[in-house]
């Protein structure tokens, strides 16, 4: 007859052999689950395209190149006020990735790193950052279209727009840069700097601009130095009957621009205005005068403004400040300018340019709630940059380390090619203007903020 306390000891090791069994069933559960591709936990993705109706956005044929590869689309490829939007099925399914659908999700397996699209709140989850769509998906019966700068941000590419043939070429996990070091001041004393006349301009000599504009904006994020951009938001040359009005064109060249502002958002930069066209009569933009003593109307200043402001608006380009060109504008001009911005990102000379506050932000004797920035550093002519270098060099600390920048001074600096493989790639000489400005303003000391802190 067995006893009890034996019973005891056999009913205890069977529970515990039986817990470890279940929690070893857990275990190789778990396991399998987290070897199963997005497409075993969810729904694939949609393949079957014969009931799209479409969406009413305008289309547009242009072509993409991805890491050497052609897509061909059966969905259509819409550009919508200047943004293009591509079908995600047929991105996921060109590149050989994984993708599917769970409930408020969708994942997706790209080269190797998986990606989640929270299809409630439009956050996107990188296996390096999460950020929030800038448009939200498109979706049809599961056919799911996204913005190309979202595609952009969350697959970091380096793209190529070729003007001529409507081809955009791009590379994924391309942005970086090897050796580029933060910037380390000592914060003896605020700066700021800020990119002078960004502008769609149509000329051959810019058929790369926005190419050279990126690479400088993507230093600058590494850089971690925050930077403005001086937007003229309509480009006007009378002279060559041109006019590129954003919301009364749409096309490729504009969608370029547009994408190039979004890329700066995602990447440390603060976008202002800068005038409406920077010209006036047949004078070309960002080469005239707009306001002040050219046209001192408060009328006409008005207009200008408020078509600005909504071609931003229109565009959804966030804008934190306003600049008038070439520092001209009357007091009643004035006026009117702090009843829309905040920051005015130019001296305030009412009271006489040599009253103008050099040492700090300037707050408006008028609304005492605008603030002017001044630019004491000046700025770097053509054919002078060793002279201003060494005048930087020199400046004095008590006033702001305040500076502007034509980044077409840059463009003998940067090189663009394609490798082995047709893939778009670039070089950035480290001697470059720009970057040696950096390095001065570190030298010296100078903190550089951003305008929207000081609202």
């Given at each position: 007859?067995?006893?009890?306390?034996?019973?005891?000891?056999?009913?205890?090791?069977?529970?515990?052999?039986?817990?470890?069994?279940?929690?070893?069933?857990?275990?190789?559960?778990?396991?399998?689950i987290s070897n199963k591709s997005s497409s075993q936990i969810g729904d694939k993705l949609d393949t079957d395209y014969s009931n799209?109706?479409?969406?009413?956005?305008?289309?547009?044929?242009?072509?993409?190149?991805?890491?050497?590869?052609?897509?061909?689309?059966?969905?259509?490829?819409?550009?919508?006020?200047?943004?293009?939007?591509?079908?995600?099925?047929?991105?996921?399914?060109?590149?050989?990735?994984?993708?599917?659908?769970?409930?408020?999700?969708?994942?997706?397996?790209?080269?190797?790193?998986?990606?989640?699209?929270?299809?409630?709140?439009?956050?996107?989850?990188?296996?390096?950052?999460?950020?929030?769509?800038?448009?939200?998906?498109?979706?049809?019966?599961?056919?799911?279209?996204?913005?190309?700068?979202?595609?952009?941000?969350?697959?970091?590419?380096?793209?190529?727009?070729?003007?001529?043939?409507?081809?955009?070429?791009?590379?994924?996990?391309?942005?970086?840069?090897?050796?580029?070091?933060?910037?380390?001041?000592?914060?003896?004393?605020?700066?700021?700097?800020?990119?002078?006349?960004?502008?769609?301009?149509?000329?051959?000599?810019?058929?790369?601009?926005?190419?050279?504009?990126?690479?400088?904006?993507?230093?600058?994020?590494?850089?971690?130095?925050?930077?403005?951009?001086?937007?003229?938001?309509?480009?006007?040359?009378?002279?060559?009957?041109?006019?590129?009005?954003?919301?009364?064109?749409?096309?490729?060249?504009?969608?370029?621009?547009?994408?190039?502002?979004?890329?700066?958002?995602?990447?440390?930069?603060?976008?202002?205005?800068?005038?409406?066209?920077?010209?006036?009569?047949?004078?070309?933009?960002?080469?005239?005068?707009?306001?002040?003593?050219?046209?001192?109307?408060?009328?006409?200043?008005?207009?200008?403004?408020?078509?600005?402001?909504?071609?931003?608006?229109?565009?959804?380009?966030?804008?934190?400040?306003?600049?008038?060109?070439?520092?001209?504008?009357?007091?009643?001009?004035?006026?009117?300018?702090?009843?829309?911005?905040?920051?005015?990102?130019?001296?305030?000379?009412?009271?006489?340019?040599?009253?103008?506050?050099?040492?700090?932000?300037?707050?408006?004797?008028?609304?005492?709630?605008?603030?002017?920035?001044?630019?004491?550093?000046?700025?770097?002519?053509?054919?002078?940059?060793?002279?201003?270098?060494?005048?930087?060099?020199?400046?004095?600390?008590?006033?702001?380390?305040?500076?502007?920048?034509?980044?077409?001074?840059?463009?003998?600096?940067?090189?663009?090619?394609?490798?082995?493989?047709?893939?778009?790639?670039?070089?950035?000489?480290?001697?470059?203007?720009?970057?040696?400005?950096i390095a001065i303003l570190q030298e010296k000391g100078f903190k550089m903020i951003d305008v929207t802190s000081l609202k």
């Open positions: 007859m067995i006893n009890k306390g034996f019973k005891y000891i056999f009913l205890l090791l069977i529970i515990i052999f039986l817990v470890g069994c279940n929690n070893q069933a857990q275990v190789n559960n778990n396991k399998e799209f109706n479409g969406f009413d956005m305008p289309k547009d044929n242009v072509s993409l190149k991805i890491d050497g590869k052609t897509l061909n689309f059966t969905l259509p490829i819409y550009l919508n006020k200047n943004r293009y939007y591509f079908p995600l099925n047929e991105i996921i399914s060109d590149l050989n990735g994984d993708s599917a659908k769970s409930e408020n999700s969708l994942n997706l397996k790209i080269n190797g790193s998986n990606y989640s699209i929270n299809t409630l709140d439009n956050t996107v989850k990188c296996p390096d950052k999460t950020f929030t769509l800038k448009e939200k998906l498109i979706t049809d019966d599961h056919i799911y279209y996204l913005g190309f700068s979202d595609l952009a941000n969350m697959l970091n590419l380096y793209t190529r727009w070729d003007k001529d043939n409507k081809i955009i070429n791009f590379k994924t996990n391309g942005v970086n840069m090897d050796n580029v070091t933060p910037y380390n001041s000592k914060d003896i004393q605020i700066g700021f700097i800020r990119f002078e006349d960004i502008c769609l301009s149509s000329e051959p000599y810019d058929k790369y601009y926005f190419e050279n504009l990126r690479i400088i904006a993507s230093y600058m994020n590494q850089k971690k130095v925050s930077y403005h951009i001086a937007w003229i938001p309509r480009y006007i040359n009378p002279k060559h009957n041109i006019d590129n009005d954003p919301i009364t064109k749409n096309n490729f060249e504009l969608a370029e621009m547009v994408y190039t502002l979004d890329y700066f958002k995602t990447h440390n930069g603060i976008i202002g205005l800068h005038g409406y066209t920077h010209q006036c009569g047949n004078h070309e933009s960002a080469i005239g005068f707009e306001f002040g003593k050219f046209e001192p109307s408060v009328d006409v200043f008005k207009e200008k403004i408020t078509k600005a402001i909504e071609t931003a608006s229109y565009l959804d380009i966030p804008i934190d400040f306003f600049e008038v060109p070439h520092y001209e504008i009357t007091p009643e001009q004035n006026k009117i300018a702090e009843k829309y911005f905040k920051i005015l990102y130019y001296p305030f000379n009412d009271n006489g340019i040599d009253k103008a506050d050099l040492t700090k932000p300037q707050l408006s004797p008028y609304n005492n709630s605008s603030y002017y920035i001044s630019t004491p550093l000046g700025y770097i002519a053509q054919g002078k940059e060793a002279t201003a270098l060494a005048k930087i060099k020199k400046a004095d600390t008590s006033k702001m380390g305040s500076v502007f920048y034509h980044p077409r001074l840059e463009n003998n600096f940067i090189s663009l090619s394609e490798d082995s493989k047709g893939l778009p790639t670039f070089t950035y000489n480290d001697n470059s203007t720009l970057k040696k400005l």
